[in-house]
């Protein structure tokens, strides 16, 4: 190191707050941390029925084949887009460990929205699997609701009897 290089670290050391500050003193309370995505509960409620309202207005497209009287066509059919908390996290910006921090304040509020908006997508995606408009093998997953069998084999008793000659 040159002593050019040497002053320029030396000064870059001088350029650190000096011991004892009380700097943080002056930070704004209002602004530490993250901003907030949501002003309020509403706001937040506002904007998930937003991204359920999207959803509803961007069916996926399915490209299906007709004919009639002979004549091949080739035609559109909207199928029903299931709402998602993953996509509505995406539409919202955040992630779902953000989302799922509501619950966990205390705020009793925004807790009640988080609710709301899970009943509306578990409601949403039963109804859709129940009207076969959604695939109900893959919604029942989803939601917990798959039947559960057990197959429990007490005794294994053999295929032939013990004297096979």
């Not at 011991?19 to 509403?42: C, H, T, Y």
């Not at 057990?150 to 053999?158: I, L, T």
């Amino acid at each position: 190191m040159d002593k050019t290089q040497i002053n320029q670290t030396i000064n870059i050391f001088k350029l650190a707050a000096p011991k004892g500050n009380k700097f943080w003193q002056m930070a704004d309370p209002e602004k530490l941390g993250r901003p907030i995505k949501f002003e309020s509960p509403e706001d937040l409620w506002e904007k998930a029925c937003e991204y359920f309202e999207w959803c509803d207005n961007n069916p996926f497209k399915e490209e299906k084949i007709f004919q009639y009287q002979g004549i091949i066509t080739k035609g559109e059919i909207n199928k029903m887009r299931a709402y998602t908390l993953r996509e509505l996290c995406l539409f919202l910006g955040v992630n779902e460990t953000y989302f799922n921090q509501f619950n966990k304040d205390d705020n009793e509020e925004f807790s009640k929205i988080i609710t709301r908006i899970r009943d509306v997508i578990f409601t949403q995606k039963f109804t859709g699997a129940a009207a076969d408009l959604l695939n109900s093998n893959i919604i029942a997953r989803e939601l917990g609701l798959i039947d559960k069998s057990q197959v429990r084999v007490e005794k294994e008793q053999p295929l032939f009897g013990d004297d096979v000659e």
